[in-house]
């Protein structure tokens, strides 16, 4: 036994043991990213730097990095085992389905089944338990709709998770995408998840392009290894938080604080 142990320290301090751990760790833990866009704010930030669970939802099929081609090319599978699924409310990175080698994140606000319609830029949802369900978990807190015989919940994430918000400053008046105000009742498909940032009139999202098939999905944001804003100064506060830290207080103060002040730079207000 001492030997082998020996044996194995000496080889992943070989080349050959650094790259295939690395590797390894890179294809079945946890994969860096950056946060490109504004669609996740004020949850998450341009410029944050996040490490993503990788075997949150099952264990996507591995990818080389930077060129993401993948380890097996000749299967047409983006997962290599099943596992977990999302659950409402959660924060998911997959593969968008328009272009599988560009990776989202959004915020998961409906499961297979669900039903869900946009109107006047509110998200109503009748989940797929039914009125009895609906009527018991979200009595208190939360604005209930009767539509079409049914019941449904106005804008069900926003009280626990507050980052969600909308911009005032975007009206309907035939500038915008209509999907931002409106969107006809759906269901969403089986092994199918509906995909929302939480900038809701900021992200590019199923609002626009459909749900997202169970297998596209990669994994979560685990947590916050570097962040730096557009002035280069780093956000000392923001690294070694999860996305349940930073909305908290006093971090969702500040991310609210930041898109204020770039909006008014946008728009030359003072």
Known sequence: ???????????????????????????????????????????????????????????????????????????????????????????????????????FVKRCVALPGDELFVADKNLFIHFREGDAWIEKHYKDGYEIALFDGKLWVKNPYMKEHPGIHHDPKIVNNGTFPMPIFFMNPITVEKNHYFMMGDNRDHSNDSRFWGSVPYENIEGTPWFIYFSIDKNWEIRWDRIGKTPTDLEQEPYLKKAIEEREREDKEYYGLT
Do not use: C
């Open 1 to 103: 036994m001492k030997n082998f142990l020996h044996s194995a320290y000496k080889w992943s301090n070989s080349w050959t043991g650094t790259i295939v751990i690395v590797l390894f760790v890179i294809f079945f833990v946890a994969q860096a990213f950056r946060i490109p866009s504004g669609s996740m704010k004020d949850s998450l930030l341009i410029g944050d730097h996040l490490f993503a669970k990788k075997f949150a939802y099952g264990i996507p099929m591995p990818y080389i990095p930077f060129i993401e081609v993948s380890i097996m090319p000749w299967s047409d599978s983006l997962k290599l085992v099943d596992g977990d699924t999302p659950k409402r409310g959660d924060i998911v990175i997959f593969r968008y389905p328009g272009n599988i080698k560009q990776h």
